[in-house]
């Protein structure tokens, strides 16, 4: 779906992202007192008095020459942005006086003929409101509003002005998104590549310098008539490594992604050979929250016969999980494998979905359990029913004597008997008991088998 686009453009360190989490209602832009840490722009569609438009929160634009790579990246995806923009919301900083950058990114914005409007942020009070449109009239748009974004002062107007200016076409519903895809992994392992091949487009900044990727880039995309939000991370090293206040934002930022989302998509560095600790423990917190996984194993070329061995070495230590997932090697020079990543997604999605025969599940299990009864303190453990419950996930209600005597021992045992059944690979399956003998008046308290884990 299409809407009419809203980018908000400055120099650095203006409150741009604070004001884009204020007007999507969200924590997707990290803001930090440093300048530059927008570097991959942030967009949302926002709906005001049911209209809709994209509100696209750039990184602060560099300026001057010869910028490194990374601001030149940045740089010319503003520019991009500003040239295709229905509105501009031009951010400076009004607690500070107008500063010769303000002046050359308003020259810039008169060049391109856009339309535009200055946002005076910072001005917290009246006083400081007067101040910044006579200060900021020098820039020479008609239009300047005061704001605070911290505060929230005159966000409201701002809509209002917006749907004013843009298009009136933009009346078109937001289509959610069906399920969410997390990339995730450590620094440099090619997970900004390959979010950029999937979309078939540069939209993330790629470079060999880890640490690339700060925030958390969601973007929607259609994979067989579903919409998704498929969502590159910042990469996650070693909690010793990191000493920088900034990268523990990235690292939380990364990590409330792989919390939130459906299905993850763990990206490992296949040229450094075995897979380390913290891969390994990325994919066991993963696997622990319920998550469906697909394990990507890229720069397959630039693999070795030595560190493919290493690799299965690896995978055989950890068969537990390893067997349970699907796993894909990929290159994102050689292109090797990465439409077979999308149709992996799909399938997983459809497996995670399957629906469940009921009576087949119980007919089943009691076979099974018949032929290997479950035991904990010397009580036989007994499964009266089961009952399949519908959602993103593979997920079964079992009506049981003992529910506390139901353990992490007895779930994998149940786990593994479904998977022997259906085609549960990359699935996560979700088993909560309660007692058999709960009397149909009262109600029918469900305790989840991790929690009686815990």
């Given at each position: 779906?299409s809407?009419?686009?809203?980018?908000?453009?400055?120099?650095?360190?203006?409150?741009?992202s604070?004001?884009?989490?204020?007007?999507?209602?969200?924590?997707?832009?990290?803001?930090?007192?440093?300048?530059?840490?927008?570097?991959?722009h942030?967009?949302?569609v926002?709906?005001w008095?049911?209209?809709?438009?994209?509100?696209?929160?750039?990184?602060?634009?560099?300026?001057?020459?010869?910028l490194n790579?990374?601001?030149?990246?940045?740089?010319?995806?503003?520019r991009?942005?500003?040239?295709t923009?229905?509105?501009?919301?031009?951010?400076v900083?009004a607690?500070?006086d107008?500063?010769?950058?303000?002046?050359?990114?308003?020259?810039?914005l008169?060049k391109?003929?856009?339309?535009?409007?200055v946002l005076?942020n910072k001005?917290?009070?009246?006083?400081m409101?007067q101040a910044?449109?006579?200060?900021?009239s020098?820039l020479?748009?008609?239009?300047?509003?005061?704001v605070?974004?911290?505060?929230?002062?005159?966000?409201g107007?701002?809509?209002?002005?917006?749907?004013?200016r843009?298009?009136v076409?933009?009346?078109?519903?937001?289509?959610?998104?069906?399920?969410?895809?997390?990339?995730?992994?450590?620094p440099?392992?090619?997970?900004s590549?390959?979010?950029?091949?999937?979309?078939?487009?540069?939209?993330?900044?790629?470079?060999?310098?880890p640490?690339?990727?700060r925030e958390s880039?969601?973007?929607?995309?259609?994979?067989?008539n579903?919409?998704?939000d498929?969502?590159?991370?910042?990469?996650?090293?070693?909690?010793?490594s990191?000493?920088d206040?900034?990268?523990?934002?990235?690292v939380k930022?990364?990590?409330?992604?792989?919390k939130?989302?459906?299905?993850?998509?763990?990206?490992?560095?296949?040229?450094?050979?075995p897979i380390?600790?913290?891969?390994?423990k990325l994919l066991?917190?993963?696997?622990?929250?319920?998550?469906?996984?697909?394990?990507i194993?890229?720069k397959h070329?630039?693999v070795?016969?030595?560190?493919r061995e290493q690799?299965?070495?690896?995978?055989?230590?950890?068969?537990?999980?390893?067997?349970?997932?699907?796993?894909?090697?990929?290159?994102?020079?050689?292109?090797?494998?990465?439409?077979?990543i999308?149709?992996?997604?799909?399938d997983?999605f459809?497996?995670?979905?399957?629906?469940?025969?009921?009576?087949?599940?119980?007919?089943y299990?009691?076979d099974?359990?018949?032929?290997?009864?479950?035991?904990n303190q010397?009580?036989?453990l007994?499964?009266?029913?089961?009952q399949p419950?519908?959602g993103n996930?593979p997920a079964f209600a079992l009506?049981?004597n003992?529910?506390?005597l139901f353990?992490?021992?007895?779930s994998?045992?149940i786990?593994?008997?479904?998977?022997?059944?259906y085609?549960l690979?990359g699935c996560?399956?979700?088993?909560?008991?309660?007692?058999?003998?709960?009397?149909?008046?009262?109600p029918?308290?469900v305790?989840?088998?991790?929690?009686?884990?815990?």
């Amino acid at each position: 779906m299409s809407f009419p686009s809203v980018v908000l453009v400055g120099r650095t360190n203006v409150g741009k992202s604070t004001f884009f989490n204020r007007l999507t209602n969200s924590i997707r832009s990290i803001v930090f007192d440093r300048e530059g840490v927008t570097r991959d722009h942030q967009e949302e569609v926002i709906s005001w008095n049911n209209i809709s438009f994209k509100l696209t929160d750039c990184g602060g634009l560099p300026l001057g020459r010869n910028l490194n790579f990374i601001d030149q990246k940045v740089h010319d995806g503003v520019r991009k942005l500003i040239k295709t923009a229905d509105l501009v919301l031009f951010m400076v900083d009004a607690s500070i006086d107008l500063i010769g950058e303000d002046l050359e990114i308003a020259n810039i914005l008169r060049k391109e003929n856009r339309d535009c409007i200055v946002l005076a942020n910072k001005a917290d009070n009246d006083k400081m409101e007067q101040a910044a449109l006579y200060e900021f009239s020098q820039l020479g748009f008609e239009h300047i509003v005061p704001v605070s974004a911290l505060h929230g002062r005159n966000v409201g107007d701002i809509l209002d002005i917006i749907i004013e200016r843009i298009p009136v076409s933009s009346s078109a519903p937001i289509e959610d998104a069906t399920y969410s895809v997390c990339i995730v992994g450590k620094p440099n392992v090619g997970k900004s590549s390959l979010l950029n091949l999937l979309l078939q487009e540069e939209r993330t900044i790629v470079c060999d310098m880890p640490g690339t990727t700060r925030e958390s880039v969601t973007t929607k995309m259609k994979l067989h008539n579903q919409t998704l939000d498929l969502i590159d991370t910042a990469g996650v090293r070693r909690k010793s490594s990191v000493d920088d206040d900034l990268e523990q934002l990235m690292v939380k930022d990364s990590m409330r992604a792989l919390k939130n989302c459906d299905i993850v998509l763990m990206v490992i560095d296949a040229s450094q050979g075995p897979i380390c600790d913290q891969e390994l423990k990325l994919l066991f917190y993963a696997y622990e929250r319920k998550k469906a996984i697909i394990v990507i194993f890229n720069k397959h070329d630039l693999v070795t016969e030595e560190h493919r061995e290493q690799i299965e070495n690896s995978r055989d230590l950890y068969k537990h999980i390893f067997t349970k997932v699907p796993v894909i090697w990929t290159s994102c020079i050689s292109l090797k494998n990465i439409g077979r990543i999308k149709e992996e997604i799909n399938d997983l999605f459809k497996r995670c979905t399957q629906p469940f025969n009921e009576a087949e599940v119980n007919q089943y299990l009691k076979d099974q359990f018949a032929k290997r009864p479950m035991f904990n303190q010397q009580k036989q453990l007994v499964v009266r029913w089961v009952q399949p419950l519908r959602g993103n996930m593979p997920a079964f209600a079992l009506c049981v004597n003992i529910p506390a005597l139901f353990d992490t021992t007895h779930s994998a045992f149940i786990d593994n008997l479904m998977r022997k059944k259906y085609n549960l690979l990359g699935c996560p399956v979700k088993l909560a008991y309660r007692h058999s003998k709960i009397r149909e008046s009262e109600p029918k308290k469900v305790v989840a088998s991790e929690e009686i884990a815990a």
